[in-house]
């Protein structure tokens, strides 16, 4: 191919180019090239002014021990069929990412089939994601609403319930006011909020229906987010109340929070599972994402680190000192009593070793036991978990 190949910011008319690209590269169209026009950032690549590579990219804050970190999430990223074999996504990838970080992203969040590339760019997951498909006569049978009231659409406060139980995980985007309406665009979905009387919002949920062939539907929840048990209950107690439609409810891959309302409350368990590509984090900036991340409040610590350097061919001596809620990484010459590559530190980032056995099989080095068991409980306070799609 003797035409130079170029890499731009996407303008009016290499939008055009690149979904009509997108839809030859992925066999169907991709609506959020069209939907996300006015709040992602298009980056593509172009041979003599045609388009044959690109991506979309969303600074967005994801949540990460309570507080909001600038992130560049990336999604419905495509090459040529043509192009293809001579590592235009890798440098696609550092292309869509420049500008981001430019504008202050400190992390990046990704979710794609081809795992075994994102880890070749330096991209790990922190957990396995699954969605759960249950019989709705189980959870019918299995939960009550007590005295729940149940109400269509979203007020302004359940925003705000959103945010602060996205608060509770590692992982959650923080979601911004156009968030809500693309995805209910987006996929029809239906919303529902619960409460006591009385009192305010507990619990929302959103699933979208599709009319089966013979008989019924197909109901598959894309938010779950209670406050408590007595909502998430409550919630799974309207779902079964769907069962005389709907066969099975199916919780699409992330959508249900990982904790075992299922597994200790279901009459008979036998919801089914399955596995889905998950999503997979890289960090940017070390230094600013140690410094803007929330860390716990009761913990007094300082750890050694030797961290892998971002171009894998070096090893980074640093002190990681916690303390009053607050994080810092200094540089240093002293030898690390726990060693990590990059992408052992985003999984460890994001809360994914929650022992240090579960650590030391992914292949994390510790001199020490005990730094390694406190490095490991500085992130551990609050589980991960991305139930966003973007």
């Known amino acids: 191919m003797s035409k130079q190949l170029t890499f731009t910011a996407g303008e009016d008319g290499l939008w055009e180019q690149y979904d009509e690209l997108a839809t030859r590269s992925y066999g169907h169209r991709v609506g959020d090239i069209t939907d996300l026009r006015e709040h992602a950032h298009l ?17 967005v804050d994801q949540f990460f021990g309570g507080s909001p970190i600038p992130s560049a999430c990336l999604g419905a990223g495509c090459v040529a069929p043509e192009e293809r074999g001579d590592h235009l996504a890798t440098r696609m990838v550092t292309e869509r990412l420049r500008p981001l970080q430019e504008q202050g992203a400190v992390i990046s969040a990704i979710s794609t089939s081809s795992t075994g590339y ?26 009550t609403g007590e005295d729940f009231e149940i109400e269509h659409g979203l007020t302004p406060g359940d925003y705000d319930l959103q945010r602060d139980l996205a608060r509770q995980w590692n992982g959650p985007v923080d979601r911004p006011g156009w968030w809500f309406p693309w ?35 197909s109901l598959v929840v894309h938010d779950f987010w209670a406050a408590n048990h007595s909502a998430a209950a409550a919630m799974l107690a309207f779902l079964g109340r769907h069962n005389t439609r709907a066969e099975a409810i199916e919780f699409r891959r992330g959508a ?130 991305l139930p966003d799609h973007f």
């Open 183 to 217: 995805k209910q665009r987006k996929s029809a979905l239906t919303i529902y909020r619960f409460h006591r009387p009385g009192h305010p919002t507990a619990g929302m949920v959103s699933f979208t229906t599709k009319r089966r062939e013979r008989h019924g539907m």
């Open 256 to 385: 249900l929070p990982p904790y075992p309302a299922l597994l200790h409350h279901l009459h008979r368990y036998r919801p089914s599972a399955e596995a889905w590509h998950p999503w997979m984090l890289r960090i940017l900036n070390l230094p600013d994402a140690i410094r803007l991340r929330g860390w716990p409040q009761d913990l007094d610590a300082t750890v050694p680190v030797a961290i892998e350097n971002e171009a894998g061919d070096g090893i980074d001596r640093y002190i990681l000192q916690i303390g009053a809620g607050s994080g810092q990484l200094h540089p240093t010459h002293t030898d690390g009593q726990v060693t990590l590559t990059r992408r052992q530190l985003a999984v460890w980032y994001a809360g994914g070793y929650r022992t240090t056995t579960s650590a030391r099989m992914a292949g994390v080095e510790a001199g020490s036991q005990q730094a390694l068991a406190t490095l490991i409980r500085s992130t551990a306070d609050l589980e991960p978990w």
């Open 43 to 59: 980056h593509v690549a172009h041979r003599g002014g045609q388009v044959v590579a690109g991506g979309l990219g969303l600074l």
């Open 118 to 143: 994102a880890r070749h760019l330096g991209w790990e997951a922190p957990v396995p994601v699954f969605a759960w498909t249950v019989a709705a006569d189980d959870l019918k049978r299995s939960f």
